[in-house]
């Protein structure tokens, strides 16, 4: 009997971890039976699952409710705690830097948190009596990662995913994420998504293992191709599509339109909400109210399906990104598989998206004059040039981005650990 227990944040609750919906159907061919284990214990069931899947939630705690049980949690997991505690303060010490009090509390949280769901999936598998081979599959290295590492089973192999708030210690408070030590030694394999979040861990833990995978994420796509005449558009259709918060500068694309001379019209439509909606929307008619040869207009929190169709049925000539911190933006995958040109700052692994021929990277810091000349120049493309990119964009997705050959990918990698861990 073969088993997967998947740890996940939300999924299948609430509307995170969307990538799940389409990698599950994939990787779960191989197994007889999926435990899921959920830490959201809040929201609703929200996709749905087949009848040979235990969902089963748990959120590890360390807030006063769970101290009552902290009493015995740490003296019956005291060898594993100390353990873990001193080889992340010597591993600190030597391959990074030293920590201070708040990070060590931080540690010591996370250690019990992490110890919590262990002896919570042990009382699980012995519940529902699993035995066989059995896979743990963390689909993020945090809590549920620290937990998988500190079992033991024989027949069993342990892996996770690694994206990027749980990996980029700069995203996060006090700029510390505990226990890379931890799941380095212990965990078979981790899958990273981006090749820039691979190299971002070898260079913290001055370790590179065969078990550190590139394993990018991908979309499918189920709408068809828009129909493209290849003659220079009347208007040129932008789209961007992000959260409206301070780190994705949605400011800049307005202030960039503003600079655009009259002689080109350009309708820019932008999908998404957030907390400072109201202030991009006072912007926007502040700078490009008067401007009569563009139109704008902000579509809110957008249906995926919605979103995926709108591609589909309408011509769109450029996406633009304007973080200024990211993984590997679904988005900007989403654009390509209709073969629409991108143009993103060169944050986290958007290079390992936006590649020569496909779009341009724009700097970090980019001014508004950059961005404007960068919209220009494709506004002002030959017909040729705009379906070379257009393209390329579309190979690039099928080559990289296409979530059932990824998918199919990791299953493979999956079994050649599994295939190693039974021969050794």
């Not at 019990?112 to 042990?122: A, C, E, S, T, V």
């Not at 973080?323 to 590997?328: F, I």
Request: aromatic share 10%; with cysteine; hydrophobic share 35%.
């Amino acid at each position: 009997m073969r088993t997967l227990v998947l740890l996940t944040s939300q999924y299948p609750f609430g509307t995170g971890e969307p990538f799940l919906e389409t990698e599950l159907p994939v990787i779960t061919t191989g197994f007889d039976k999926v435990i899921i284990i959920a830490q959201d214990v809040h929201h609703e069931k929200t996709r749905n699952t087949p009848g040979n899947y235990s969902i089963i939630r748990f959120n590890p705690t360390t807030e006063v409710s769970g101290y009552a049980r902290l009493l015995f949690l740490v003296p019956s997991n005291l060898s594993i705690f100390l353990k873990t505690y001193y080889d992340e303060l010597s591993f600190r010490k030597n391959k990074l830097s030293g920590l201070s009090v708040k990070k060590k509390i931080i540690l010591i949280r996370k250690i019990i948190k992490g110890l919590q769901l262990k002896d919570f999936i042990n009382k699980r598998l012995r519940s529902e009596n699993i035995h066989g081979q059995i896979v743990f599959y963390s689909y993020w290295l945090k809590t549920s990662a620290h937990a998988i590492a500190m079992l033991h089973y024989d027949n069993c192999i342990k892996i996770s995913r690694a994206h990027g708030s749980d990996l980029y210690e700069e995203k996060n408070r006090l700029s510390y994420l505990p226990l890379y030590s931890l799941v380095s030694s212990s965990l078979d394999a981790i899958f990273f998504i981006s090749e820039h979040g691979k190299q971002y861990f070898i260079d913290k833990t001055g370790t590179n293992k065969s078990g550190y995978i590139l394993s990018r994420l991908g979309v499918n796509r189920n709408e068809p191709l828009p129909i493209y005449t290849g003659r220079q558009p009347s208007i040129f259709n932008i789209v961007s599509c992000s959260n409206i918060l301070a780190l994705k500068r949605i400011d800049l694309i307005i202030n960039a339109l503003e600079k655009i001379g009259p002689g080109k019209k350009i309708h820019w439509v932008h999908f998404g909400d957030g907390i400072l909606r109201k202030d991009i929307e006072v912007l926007a008619k502040e700078k490009l109210g008067r401007k009569t040869n563009i139109s704008y207009s902000f579509m809110g929190q957008y249906p995926n399906h919605k979103l995926l169709e709108y591609y589909s049925t309408n011509n769109i000539n450029l996406f633009i990104n304007t973080s200024s911190t990211e993984g590997v933006p679904v988005s900007i995958m989403e654009a390509q598989s209709f073969g629409i040109p991108v143009i993103a700052t060169d944050v986290g692994g958007v290079k390992e998206v936006v590649t020569e021929g496909t779009g341009q990277l724009l700097p970090v810091n980019l001014s508004t004059d950059e961005l404007a000349d960068k919209i220009e120049y494709f506004i002002n493309m030959t017909d040729n040039e705009r379906n070379i990119y257009r393209n390329n964009a579309l190979k690039n997705w099928e080559n990289n981005f296409n979530a059932t050959s990824n998918y199919h990918n990791f299953i493979t990698k999956l079994n050649s650990i599994l295939a190693s861990s039974t021969e050794s």
